[in-house]
């Protein structure tokens, strides 16, 4: 499709466990971000790339979080020592261009840490 | 620390009536604000914009006004539709940042009546 993909579209993992969510990008988009949304909350800003580096990763709540971009296209949030807290949608956008260019958003990941 | 806020969490109206959802924000460097519509299970869909450096945009049957002095803004729908039921939010960038990252509110669930 033509939009942004997100995998898996649910999550359920144990308390400590390591967890990766994957993006694909709308082809072209050179821009992709990272946010988290909670019940009842909007979405929070985790992770901007440019490219292949993070360019922004002012938003990621602690050092059990981490996100890579190789290539500059896909993209994969790492989560390690996992807790109930972690329990969110995580949803990945792609824009044109990094500036006045709405995001363009996936479906999300729903996790849910036991 | 909420920049971007909205303080009605519902609101309900008749179908063909206005709609008029409502955002303030707190930090004068946000200079290009979006709206985005979200269905349960899917990810934020865009919808419309504005730049700073314009107090009004129009598509369809939505508007934004912008009133950069009260650092609010604000969405109208005219004539809503049941079709337009949805959670609302709100968001705001800052140009100067160079990384095209949006600051959401925590939303306003709109629920349009047939």
């Known amino acids: 499709g033509a939009g942004v993909s997100q995998t898996p579209s649910n999550k359920v993992t144990e308390k400590g466990k390591y967890v990766e969510l994957r993006c694909d990008p709308i082809?072209?988009?050179?821009?992709l971000y990272w946010y988290r949304q909670s019940l009842g909350q909007g979405p929070e800003f985790l992770i901007y790339?440019?490219?292949?580096?993070?360019?922004?990763d002012s938003g990621l709540p602690n050092d059990r979080f981490f996100a890579v971009r190789p290539e500059g296209s896909v993209s994969t949030l790492k989560i390690q020592r996992t807790e109930r807290g972690d329990s969110a949608v995580y949803l990945c956008?792609?824009?044109?261009?990094?500036?006045?260019?709405?995001?363009?958003f996936g479906n999300g990941t729903r996790l849910t840490v036991t | 620390d909420q920049q971007v806020k909205q303080n009605s969490p519902s609101l309900s109206v008749q179908e063909g009536r206005i709609s008029i959802l409502n955002c303030d924000y707190t930090n004068s460097m946000f200079d290009y604000f979006l709206w985005y519509k979200k269905y349960p299970a899917e990810g934020p869909t865009f919808l419309i914009s504005i730049s700073s450096i314009k107090d009004k945009n129009e598509d369809g049957r939505f508007t934004v006004f912008l009133n950069k002095s009260a650092k609010h803004l604000s969405l109208h729908i005219v004539p809503s539709q049941p079709g337009d039921s949805a959670v609302y939010f709100c968001a705001a960038g800052d140009g100067s940042s160079n990384t095209g990252k949006l600051i959401f509110g925590q939303g306003t669930t709109l629920q349009v009546k047939p």
């Open positions: 790339f440019q490219g292949t580096g993070a360019a922004d």
């Open positions: 082809s072209g988009h050179t821009a």
């Open positions: 956008a792609s824009s044109l261009k990094s500036y006045n260019s709405p995001l363009h």
